[in-house]
């Protein structure tokens, strides 16, 4: 978070740098953290771990989370096996309720993120994400509306285009597999489903990359680490899991296929806790992420009971006791209306 306002001003980077740097940079994560890093086109916060990464990496990448449970099966010795069955009825429901009323009309998702960091000062994001992939974006309603106006539209990444698709699976198909796709939407450096000599050559090239990487920003390359395994693997295998479906979420939540999909995912990660509770009068249901998988640090996600719309994300770091915050609106629109300036 204390690299979010150094950030602000710093363009997007390339979509084939972003995906290449972002699978890079997974593999120098060290421990599990609970950092908030993204850059302003991005929506979500998810969990970093930016040890040896300085903001010329950030402003380059974005990378992953934190989380813990475990994956389909692959080979033996390979990533761990298959994921238990969905154990979160409540979300189950609503992700059939929310894919049985459909999407709302229109051509395109508008989602107004408001942050709010240690200095308690709103941060408004505005994000246009099309039925065609293309993204709009805006620090207010009229940079929304001058940059759909233009035309200035930002490119659907592969990674984007991974994330969602592995949310319509999730939705439409077998969740297992739609799971495997979402952990690896932005590569697979961590084996997952490989056999134990594939997922060491994956994770050497990942390395590799991360390392070359570091050099090319002039800082030292710490050194390779071993493969993670057992708990340690599962972990930062549903880590990836938990913030690529968040990242899917928030750029696209009112498209109800994707939507639906994010919950039946968000279901199987173990030890995730739904509760009940209500925001302005709407009854709600909050997602907490088991501290365990943050490594001590909570992500508490607050969503409408009756459609699944994100209301609201919650978020302390263990370690300094740092307390972020997001409040979500998510609606249907066309882009002809936001150019005319109708939001």
Same mark, same amino acid.
């Given at each position: 978070?204390?690299?979010?306002?150094?950030?602000?001003?710093?363009? /997007?980077?390339?979509?084939?740098?972003?995906?290449? @740097?972002?699978?890079?940079?997974?593999?120098?994560? @060290?421990?599990?953290a609970a950092t908030v890093v993204r850059p302003k086109r991005r929506l979500s916060w998810p969990k970093v771990s930016v040890a040896a990464v300085g903001a010329a990496a950030v402003a380059a990448a974005v990378v992953i989370g934190t989380s813990g449970g475990s994956v389909p099966a692959g080979p033996a010795g390979a990533a761990p096996a298959p994921a238990p069955q969905a154990v979160e009825v409540p979300l189950v429901k609503l992700a059939s309720a929310v894919q049985a009323a459909g999407t709302q009309p229109?051509?395109? /998702?508008?989602?107004?993120?408001?942050?709010?960091?240690?200095?308690?000062?709103?941060?408004l994001n505005y994000t246009l994400y099309t039925d065609k992939g293309d993204?709009?974006?805006?620090?207010?309603?009229k940079s929304l509306v001058d940059a759909v106006a233009k035309g200035d539209a930002q490119p659907a990444t592969p990674y984007d285009r991974n994330v969602m698709a592995a949310a319509r699976l999730a939705a439409n198909g077998d969740v297992d597999k739609a799971r495997i796709a979402m952990i690896t939407a932005s590569g697979n450096p961590l084996g997952v489903g490989l056999s134990p000599a594939e997922a060491d050559k994956a994770w050497a090239a990942a390395q590799a990359e991360t390392a070359e990487l570091f050099r090319k920003m002039g800082k030292p390359f710490p050194g390779p680490k071993p493969r993670p395994?057992?708990?340690?693997?599962? *972990?930062l295998i549903n880590n990836?899991?938990?913030?690529?479906?968040?990242? @899917?979420?928030?750029? *696209?939540?009112?498209? @109800?296929?994707?939507r639906a999909g994010v919950l039946k995912l968000y279901a199987t990660i173990p030890d995730m806790i739904v509760g009940k509770t209500s925001v302005d009068g709407q009854a709600a249901l909050s997602l907490t992420a088991p501290p365990a998988i943050l490594d001590g640090s909570t992500d508490v996600l607050i969503i409408n009971a009756g459609n699944g719309l994100p209301?609201?994300?919650?978020?302390?770091?263990?370690?300094?006791?740092?307390?972020?915050?997001? *409040?979500?609106?998510?609606?249907?629109?066309?882009?002809?209306?936001?150019?005319?300036?109708?939001?």
């Open positions: 978070m204390d690299l979010m306002k150094n950030l602000r001003d710093v363009p /997007s980077p390339r979509p084939e740098a972003y995906d290449r @740097a972002r699978t890079a940079l997974q593999t120098a994560m @060290a421990e599990p229109g051509d395109a /998702s508008l989602i107004v993120n408001e942050k709010f960091g240690l200095d308690n000062k709103p941060d993204q709009f974006t805006g620090d207010s309603a395994t057992g708990k340690d693997l599962e *972990n990836h899991l938990l913030s690529n479906i968040k990242h @899917a979420l928030f750029a *696209n939540a009112a498209d @109800a296929e994707v209301i609201r994300e919650e978020i302390t770091s263990a370690e300094t006791s740092k307390h972020y915050v997001v *409040n979500y609106k998510s609606s249907r629109v066309t882009i002809a209306d936001v150019a005319a300036g109708k939001i």
